[in-house]
Nanobody, 121 residues
Framework: QVQLVESGGGLVQAGGSLRLSCAASGRTFSAYTMGWFRQAPGKGREFVAANGRSGQSTRYIDSVKGRFTISRDNAKNAVYLQMSSLKPEDTAVYYC??????????????WGKGTLVTVSS
């Protein structure tokens, strides 16, 4: 049974940093793209970042470029999201996702249950 378990969310002040982690189990994910989506209150789920199966290809939504960094550790079946210079508009539930590049919603095979990030002003 495939499971994606996120951790690292919490409350942080604007300008602060958080590191999200996603531990995957149930199969090996080295051949998949791993990434993150988020859903703010009252809004739809949006793509945030993706890391291709080689670990060398990454892409980000424009609003987080230069502030967020995605990385993965295939030996640990894990993906991470280092978030810096956080803004109140980054407040959302962040979801780990595994699927195919470029990791649009339609290309996600597995979802985590999410971790809440709240950025106070």
């Amino acid at each position: 049974q495939v499971q994606l378990v996120e951790s690292g969310g919490g409350l942080v002040q604007a300008g602060g940093s958080l590191r999200l982690s996603c531990a995957a189990s149930g199969r090996t994910f080295s051949a998949y793209t791993m990434g993150w989506f988020r859903q703010a209150p009252g809004k739809g789920r949006e793509f945030v970042a993706a890391n291709g199966r080689s670990g060398q290809s990454t892409r980000y939504i424009d609003s987080v470029k230069g502030r967020f960094t995605i990385s993965r550790d295939n030996a640990k079946n894990a993906v991470y999201l280092q978030m810096s210079s956080l803004k109140p508009e980054d407040t959302a539930v962040y979801y780990c996702a595994v699927g195919v590049w470029p990791l649009e919603v339609s290309g996600v095979n597995y979802w985590g249950k999410g971790t809440l990030v709240t950025v106070s002003s």
